[in-house]
């Protein structure tokens, strides 16, 4: 920062000299001063919109520690006196075995999904097989019938296999449900591996499975690490297939959640404490590969 | 190296997680299936209300005196409730041995053959006294003179006012009110300055939501969905006087946002004190008199459903336990459900947990319970003479050829309701005329009416 001239030294003699340096140093303080509070406003600005994005989810968490009644007042009270009852209801309604059912079902698919995508995306990628583009559209087509159109012959189909309110059964649907998406976002990962690294590693003798777990893998982890984000965050959330196939064995976490919804009596504090406990798993999955994750999500941003 | 280590330990860590969370599964698998092992596992499929959880709290009470039988609850809110519990009862799936239906399914999946007949296990259980449902409910879940469901709890409609308010400003509530009479108390009453509403009636859309009381309504004014010869006629004059009558009512003096309002948010305007009036099911009272939730009671008053131009007006509505035709343990199944539909277990709930929980409206002899009187005394008498005068196979002035008075009993209501009622909730939020809201639903009706014009 250059330091301003001293104005109590000035002569007469001095001024004509003095309003230029001044005029300039005025000129830098009010830049400076502009930059400051363009990134005060930035900052500000960054700030409130994280609120709002983050304000439904303190909400949920706050209200969690509420009564049912002052969950439900018109005017919201934001100091109250907290309270663990719900937290406690929904220990005592038994939160172990959905939240078991939910991790194996959805830890278990996104294994699958990459143990059976990576090799596709591979192959669709860095040694294209015959009419890819019709591959990946098929792939992707999967994803256009909307699940309660296919839900009736779906659920005839479990039935008949002897599979329902099973969470095996869902393991299968949910790697089947996830695994275009998985692949269409790993093709675009592998894509971004530069040829020469692979020309390379072939000339130098690797095998196809060295080649893949030594040299690819290492690269695209990143996405990788994006890719079973995004697979862990559908599985966990899934309701619908969860809803229709599952009874008393093998529900899962939204399955728990809605049994707090009531039409008669009041419920939002119960509902907001299980709700919370929910999203905890899928937060510090997030948490945990989020440095990954940013990597990853914007890797295949430019081409 | 080293990074390579951090790597590896890393697997490590979540191969121990995933193997500690699978333990975990197996465990509580393992658990369930030894669980089974000894007697007979039966799933009851039920709506999460208050209600039927309490049933859940009191079921150790039946596997005290069953100790063969182990019950097993799924628990979900009314509309995933119902999609599953048709789902699987219309595929004939095995998943349930008792299900949680109401007396819109009842007699239609009598009909279809979905349902095991109760009338010989009924009439067969010592002590279980069937003739002591109230008679319109008991009759509504019959097909063909048999019991096809037993009611867990019955409702009708009727009407809530604040006695202090009406008394403040010195007007007096008849016994059967008309609607004009309501309607120019609640001119009185509303006063959005001090935010107090005149009526709060449901506004949100579904055929169980604002369609229930509005078709009481539509009822009353002589209107009716279908002539006996299925033709439409939700634009005939009578309907249009009811319906501008009801979203005029609710712009002129009914709740703020009254589109999105439902039994649950005019439950708590009425609790509050924001709200001097309600038109509504006969199972809220039971809240409004319950000084844990509600600041208003002892001033509520309760008369009969107001009217125009039939003698009665209420709905009715049951909430019951029926068996599924493939359940694999009927008799387990039927020993639950008599026990938690019989009158000792409305002493039970009465003595464990209090007798303002006890489920209304099922049986006659649970108002001659001198505890209940008491602790109902407000609500009690209004509640069962509403039921009691509900009547579902006359619900209008003239002939129809469908039964249900808040509803139609036939499949496609379902579907056809919530569109009609989506439609209402336009008119009620203003963004159509009640009138134009109308023209829309007279067509869809005249879809649904022409099916069954061609049988």
Known sequence: MASATPTASSGAGARPAEVPARSKSRARKAGSRR????????????????????????????????????????????????????????????????????????????????????????????????????????????????????????????????????????????????????????????????????????????????????????????????????????????????????????????????????????????????????????????????????????????? | MRIRRGRRRALAACALAAATLLTASGCAGAGEASGSGSGTTITVAIVANPQMQDVETLTSYFTRTHPGIHVKYVTLPENEARQKITESVATGSNEFDVVMISNYETPMWAKNGWLTDLQPYADGTPGYDPGDFVKPVKDSLSYRGDLYSVPFYGESSFLMYRKDLLAAHHLTMPEHPTWAQVAAIADKLDDPKHNLAGICLRGDPGWGENLAPLDTVINTFGGRWYDPQWNAQLDSPQVKKAVNFYVDLLHRDGEPGAATAGFTECGTDMAQGTAAMWYDATSAAGSLEDPTSSKVVGKIGYVQAPVEKTPSSGWLYSWSLGIPKTSAHQQAAWQFMSWATSKDYIKLVGSKLGWSRVPPGSRTSTYQLPQYEKAAAAFAK????????????????????????????????????????QQITAAVAGQQSADAALTQAQQYAQTVGDTYRKH
């Open chain 1, 35 to 303: 930059r400051v509070l363009g990134q005060v406003s930035w900052t500000a600005g960054a700030w409130i919109a994280a609120l709002i994005f983050f304000f439904p989810v303190l909400w949920m968490a706050l209200t969690a520690f509420k009564q049912e009644s002052a969950a439900y007042t018109t005017t919201p009270h934001l100091v109250f006196k907290p309270t663990l009852d719900q937290f406690r209801a929904v220990f005592d309604a038994g939160i172990g075995p959905y939240l078991a059912n939910s991790a194996t079902a959805t830890l278990l698919s996104t294994l699958l999904v990459l143990v059976l995508g990576i090799p596709a995306a591979y192959a669709l990628s860095i040694r294209p097989v015959r009419k890819t583009r019709d591959v990946l559209f098929f792939f992707i087509s999967t994803k256009m019938l909307p699940g309660v159109a296919a839900i009736i012959p779906v659920y005839l189909a479990v039935r008949d296999l002897g599979a329902l309110d099973s969470v095996w059964t869902l393991m299968v649907l949910y790697t089947a449900m996830n695994l275009p998406i998985a692949v269409w976002m790993m093709r675009s990962f592998f894509l971004e591996v530069p040829g020469e690294v692979l020309e390379a590693a072939r000339v130098d003798g690797v095998t196809l499975r060295q080649e893949i777990t030594r040299i690819l893998l290492p690269i695209v982890a990143p996405g990788i690490a994006a890719t079973a984000l995004i697979c862990v965050i559908f599985s966990w959330n899934e309701f619908f297939l969860a809803l229709n196939l599952t009874s008393v064995r093998a529900g899962t976490m939204p399955i728990f959640l809605v049994g707090f919804m009531s039409s008669e009596g009041l419920y939002w504090a119960k509902l907001a404490a299980a709700a919370t406990l929910a999203c905890l798993p899928v937060l510090l999955a997030g948490w945990l590969a989020q440095k990954q994750l940013v990597r990853g999500l914007s890797m295949g941003a430019v081409k």
């Open chain 2, 382 to 421: 209004p509640t069962l003479e509403a039921i009691s005068s509900a009547d579902p196979g006359h619900p209008t002035v003239g002939a129809v050829p469908y039964t249900g008075v808040q509803f139609l009993d036939i499949p496609e209501f379902e579907d056809l309701g919530t569109r009609v009622s």
